[in-house]
């Protein structure tokens, strides 16, 4: 802030009694008047007389608020004997510099994690916190919007102002594979190139189809929801869930309560909790685990778990349920006081969804029959009904050679024969009765259970092979030399 110098002062035109001072901060100038100016001034030429102390003080008349002379004048006119304060009004206002606005980034997906999630009921779980947000290809990402050139401004003066361009403070380095860009001249924008779940990490922008958590699975990171292959360094807590369509690798141990589900699992910790899989499942150690494998289940040491998978290579089992549509293969059956091993071979878990599929779809094209059929009765009857006097030998050689009719008995046929092939695949898949089980020691107390035949285990056996035999519906036992293969005897 500057008081401005002022020249009537030297003329006798009580220019002394007229102050201006100017702020730089407001980019404007402040008119102080003393009362005492109209000893020498009469009201009606004070607006002349601020005026003239105004362009001798170099002020642009252009940026001069009249309105603020106008009240100037009004004060003294209304009585010279109540006018005791000095005036002190603003009197002009410059051109303010318009700086440009720095660069502004937009990411259009979580990149904190929340709280937590309401459930129904009032409850709350603190395990849903978004972790990974999935993307899908063409989603966009973010948008990085380009700084603006400054606007100059002019003080009181005419003087011109400097403005100050903004900055480019946003500068977003990007996975040419998994995220592309697209700019014009006011912003650039990012967006996925393929599905999977995204990261922003010290402006690194990538959709990636892995994902490696470096530490445990816990309250912290929450339950983890994505696509693609998973590797958790550490352990997944209790309670957590961690679910895919890839491989799952758990360096750690998987605590009780957790639940994985994904295509591969391998868990080189130990096991508890439980597990679903569309492939293979391997762990060193479960305990106390479920677990469904749509493929093969291969594990070091089972106890107290139920497994279900097509083939199961166990190397000790103790306390469990071993479940299998094609092969069990152990090593060792422990003896267990408390709850004896039970090995069941029937066929696959997801048999009868199959199964359900194939006579949902028989049902529809049975329907659909039925419809096709009605619609070639009304047809014959309609092709009588216009031949009233013609003999049943012309009418049914008239149906033989109508179009509709034989379109339409055609497309029956079709149906009847697909429907007879379903059903044979339907038999088919329950008479597949060839599963067996191979083990190289066997506790007493085991139960051995293959296509709804029974058989308890009264000693301990080794090196034997069970097989169900569809002719007498029995359990067959034989013995399995390591050397020799397979020698079956009664």
Known sequence: ????????????????????????????????????????????????????????????????????????????????????????????????????????????????????????????DYKERDFVTLVSRGDLLASVTFPTRGEPGVDVFGNPLRANDGSLVHRIEFDPSSVRKEENETHREYFAVQNGSVRLRNNFLSVERSLVINHD?????????????????????????????????????????????????????????????TGNFTAMRTEHTTIFAAQNAFISSVFCCDITCANATIKEVCSSTIRASKLIRIDTVMASAGSNSHLIISHHFAIHQTINLYRSALAERLFESVIVSRESKVAEAQIAHNAPHTSKTDVSAMIRGNTLVGKLRTEMRAIHDEVAQKETLVLDFLKDKTGKIEVKRVAEGTVVFMYASTRKIDTVLHDIIFRYDPATCAIVIATLKASEGHNETP
Not at 52 to 81: C, G, K, N
Not at 85 to 94: D, L, M, N, Q, T
Not at 100 to 106: I, K, M, P, T, V
Not at 236 to 262: F, H, K
């Open 217 to 277: 699975v816990s309250i912290e990171t929450g339950h983890i929801r994505t696509i693609g292959d998973v590797t958790i360094m550490g352990a997944v807590r209790s309670g957590c869930e961690v679910v895919t369509n890839g491989n799952i690798t758990i360096q750690g141990d998987v605590e009780p309560g957790a639940d994985l589900r994904g295509h591969h699992i391998h868990v080189k910790g130990i096991c508890h909790g439980s597990a679903r899989t």
């Open 1 to 124: 802030m500057r008081r401005c110098p002022h020249y009537g002062a030297k003329q006798g035109k009580g220019m002394e009694y007229i102050t201006v001072v100017y702020s730089e901060d407001t980019n404007s100038a402040t008119l102080c008047v003393d009362p005492l100016i109209l000893e020498r001034v009469a009201p009606s030429h004070l607006k002349d007389a601020v005026l003239d102390s105004l362009r001798e003080m170099r002020i642009q008349e252009r940026f001069i608020w009249h309105e603020t002379l106008e009240e100037l004048v009004a004060i003294a006119l209304q009585s010279a004997t109540k006018w005791e304060k000095p005036f002190r009004e603003v009197i002009a206002h410059g051109i303010p510099p318009q700086h440009g606005r720095d660069s502004e980034l937009a990411v259009f997906f979580p990149t904190t994690l929340k709280a937590g999630q309401e459930l129904p009921g009032g409850r709350f």
